[in-house]
């Protein structure tokens, strides 16, 4: 398989080397640079097993998954805010060799077992030969599903590689972009997107650390080109907008502001077109599948739609029984299924769950529903399963929460559901009957709780309070009925 990265590994043209690859805040690196401190990663793990990342918002992050990619060592990117046993199942899970991380970072207790090794962004070493294999791991990302831990979704290296270059045909990506983003690292649309994307390319990434408009409006002036963002953020830029006549510059001026993750609301992405002249792009993906669909950049940006499957991806369409829908008309909606070199290898360890996944001809099922409009556009409409919510752009099992949320003592039962919010696209709801009625928890220790155990994102953001929860004949909890209530 040819490289990953052509821009490190290609004898450098004229001044190409001299060329910025990353920068987070004043901390930059060329890409001579990054191709030297990747080397010494490689050298480093060579050899070894899968390697876990630490992976803060820091070049540390990028250098340590690209020397290990370019040694041909899966890695697995961590939630550095992850609580204490969301760390521990996925460094179970995941039996990690070592851990990569940043000098001075403080490592959960779940990693202390491990050797460490600190990443030095100055230090020098040779660029590995890359695996000719394109179906060895890349990487391992860990993503909720409806009950249980998180899932290792064991990413191979075409995968990554068409996944890129797809988008780069849908969206004229080349190495004179400069993508601006404050995307977390330990999932595909920062760290696949947002800095292998840029990397592949030969462009520049510059990374905000953490959201805020002002970051956004300072590098969409001063040279960046690219936007990615979750819809949370685009909303919050809408917000700012009126206010704020640089951020409306600052946006009118950039080739291409792309929204993913979630559905981006149809109202924030008509204020961001009113006030800067600009439509936000949608692109649709997963964990497991990485990029299916984009509105093109030489395509009409219909609100409300994910565009069109990207090159090499078979998207269909199908009924509860596994038929096509009967017409792609902009109503008849079925169950997205794909097919292509995007998808990923399978759950780490989970040959059931991979199996369930699958259709028998080789279509991923994805769980989520759409419509076709007659020109071939997808417009996604909901999602089967209620037992996963979206906030922020996170997927969030609502059995883990549950789970969670039945370890504290306050609680004798729990159900999580989702509800509309305008920030952060659904809001976690937590129903709990309390242990004792008298002294109901309080939201906030609850909060903290499920904050501490599995991650901040994961955190209630409501609390309602119940004498029993609505259940059926079976036993079985019934959500809709909570939804109502
Ligand atoms: C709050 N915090 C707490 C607690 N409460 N910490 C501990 N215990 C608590 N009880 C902290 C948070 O960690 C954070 O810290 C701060 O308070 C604010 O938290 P929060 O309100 O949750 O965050 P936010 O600032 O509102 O974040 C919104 C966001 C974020 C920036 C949009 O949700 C985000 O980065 N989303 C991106 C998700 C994403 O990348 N998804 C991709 C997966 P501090 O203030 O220090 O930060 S999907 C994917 O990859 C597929 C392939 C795809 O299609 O893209
Ligand atoms: P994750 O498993 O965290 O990678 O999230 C994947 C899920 O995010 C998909 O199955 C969709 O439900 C959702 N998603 C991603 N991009 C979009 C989008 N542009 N519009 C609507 N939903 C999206």
């Not at 809408?238 to 704020?244: I, S, T, V, Y």
């Not at 204020?271 to 395509?299: C, F, H, K, P, Q």
Request: no cysteine.
């Amino acid at each position: 398989m040819p490289a990953l990265f052509p821009p490190l590994t290609a004898a450098p043209g004229p001044g190409a080397a001299s060329r910025t690859a990353l920068r987070f805040g004043d901390r930059t690196l060329t890409y001579a640079e990054l191709a030297a401190a990747a080397g010494a990663v490689g050298e480093r793990v060579r050899g070894t097993g899968r390697v876990a990342v630490w992976a803060t918002p820091a070049p540390e992050t990028a250098v340590a998954v690209l020397g290990a990619l370019l040694a041909g060592v899966a890695a697995v990117p961590l939630n550095p805010r992850s609580g204490a046993a969301e760390s521990a199942h996925i460094a179970a899970d995941s039996a990690p060799t070592l851990v990569l991380a940043a000098p001075g970072d403080v490592l959960p207790d779940a990693l202390s077992g491990l050797p460490r090794t600190d990443v030095d962004v100055r230090a020098t070493g040779p660029l590995p030969e890359e695996p000719a294999d394109e179906d060895a791991p890349a990487l391992v990302v860990y993503t909720s599903g409806t009950t249980g831990p998180p899932k290792g979704a064991v990413l191979p290296r075409r995968a990554l590689a068409s996944t890129l270059d797809a988008l780069a045909d849908a969206w004229d990506w080349t190495e004179a972009d400069v993508l601006v983003h404050a995307l977390p690292l330990f999932h595909v649309h920062g760290l696949v997107l947002g800095v292998l994307g840029p990397l592949r390319r030969g462009g520049e990434v510059r990374h905000l650390g953490r959201f805020d408009t002002e970051g956004v409006a300072r590098e969409l002036s001063a040279g960046a080109t690219m936007l990615f963002g979750v819809p949370t953020m685009y909303h919050r830029i809408a917000e700012a907008l009126p206010a704020d006549p640089e951020l409306a510059k600052a946006l009118a001026g950039a080739r291409l502001l792309v929204s993913g993750s979630a559905a981006l609301p149809v109202h924030d992405h008509e204020r961001i077109a009113a006030a800067t002249g600009r439509r936000v792009i949608e692109r649709y993906g997963m964990t497991e599948t990485l990029m299916n669909t984009s509105v093109r950049a030489d395509g009409e940006p219909r609100a409300g739609t994910v565009g069109v499957p990207l090159p090499g991806v078979e998207l269909r369409l199908v009924e509860e029984d596994g038929s096509p829908v009967a017409a792609y008309d902009g109503e008849s909606v079925g169950e997205i299924q794909v097919r292509g070199p995007n998808l990923f290898a399978g759950y780490l360890g989970r040959p059931d769950a991979t199996a369930a996944a699958f259709t028998a001809d080789g279509f991923f099922r994805t769980g989520d529903m759409a419509v076709r409009d007659p020109d071939g556009y997808v417009r996604i409409v909901g999602r089967k399963a209620t037992d996963l919510i979206k906030s922020g752009g996170y997927k969030i099992g609502a059995g883990e929460i549950e789970n969670a949320l039945l370890e504290h003592p306050a609680v004798r039962e729990a159900a999580v559901t989702g509800e509309p919010d305008p920030d952060l696209g659904e809001r976690i709801v937590a129903w709990v009957v309390p242990a004792d009625p008298e002294g109901p928890p309080e939201l906030a220790e609850l909060a903290d709780h499920v904050a501490a155990r599995l991650a901040p994102h994961k955190r209630p953001r409501v609390l309602r309070l119940l004498d029993a929860l609505p259940r059926n004949d079976m036993g079985k909890i019934m959500k809709r009925a909570l939804g109502r209530s």
